[in-house]
T-cell receptor
Framework: TQLLEQSPQFLSIQEGENLTVYCNSSSVFSSLQWYRQEPGEGPVLLVTVVTGGEVKKLKRLTFQFGDARKDSSLHITAAQPGDTGLYLCAGARRRGSTLGRLYFGRGTQLTVWP | DAGVIQSPRHEVTEMGQEVTLRCKPISGHNSLFWYRQTMMRGLELLIYFNNNVPIDDSGMPEDRFSAKMPNASFSTLKIQPSEPRDSAVYFC?????????????FGPGTRLTVT
């Protein structure tokens, strides 16, 4: 059972289009992280959001943490082929026994065609 | 700066053989995680250590899997005997875990193929 559900699972778009990826849960998280993974490599951290309602921007990428800290979204404006990759969200729960552990979603495979 | 180092990068072995995967975490990090990634199941946490002590090994598939962390700079994941269904990419990650959590840094992975 996945604590974090990501949608869509696959996304194939043309260069220049906008897109949004969602990460949802019924559980509350102390923080939520977004990673991007390219073929043959490990996931690389993009951003961490820690406050309910927080919005962070990273160039053309906008990340939002839900007010209740149960969900998050990633919006990409004017997608480029270089944005292609697997996007993973991961939540942290502030509990002594699980401190440091991240709960990963299954990921959204994004392909941007030139 | 050196990131998380994993070896080997690729391993092809026959069913029944012992496989040992190695990981060197980032210096100064106090937590180490072993993950397995497949198309079917995504990224699964196998086991994680905090200050070299195993905290949660509930993700280890069965007794054929074992992991050790003899010191802060080295960890191994062993599969004995290996089976074709163990074929996957195995990642090691490390983090500096504080009361606020921690950001994980992943190694490049070991692609394991068991024939």
């Amino acid at each position: 059972t996945q604590l974090l559900e990501q949608s869509p699972q696959f996304l194939s778009i043309q260069e220049g289009e906008n897109l949004t990826v969602y990460c949802n849960s019924s559980s509350v998280f102390s923080s939520l992280q977004w990673y991007r993974q390219e073929p043959g490599e490990g996931p690389v951290l993009l951003v961490t959001v820690v406050t309910g309602g927080e919005v962070k921007k990273l160039k053309r990428l906008t990340f939002q943490f839900g007010d209740a800290r149960k969900d998050s979204s990633l919006h990409i404006t004017a997608a480029q082929p270089g944005d292609t990759g697997l996007y993973l969200c991961a939540g942290a729960r502030r509990r002594g026994s699980t401190l440091g552990r991240l709960y990963f979603g299954r990921g959204t495979q994004l392909t941007v065609w030139p | 700066d050196a990131g998380v180092i994993q070896s080997p990068r690729h391993e092809v072995t026959e069913m029944g053989q012992e496989v040992t995967l190695r990981c060197k975490p980032i210096s100064g990090h106090n937590s180490l995680f072993w993950y397995r990634q497949t198309m079917m199941r995504g990224l699964e946490l196998l086991i994680y250590f905090n200050n070299n002590v195993p905290i949660d090994d509930s993700g280890m598939p069965e007794d054929r899997f074992s992991a050790k962390m003899p010191n802060a700079s080295f960890s191994t994941l062993k599969i004995q005997p290996s089976e074709p269904r163990d074929s996957a990419v195995y990642f090691c990650a490390s983090s500096l875990t504080t009361a606020a959590g921690g950001e994980q840094y992943f190694g490049p992975g070991t692609r394991l193929t068991v024939t």
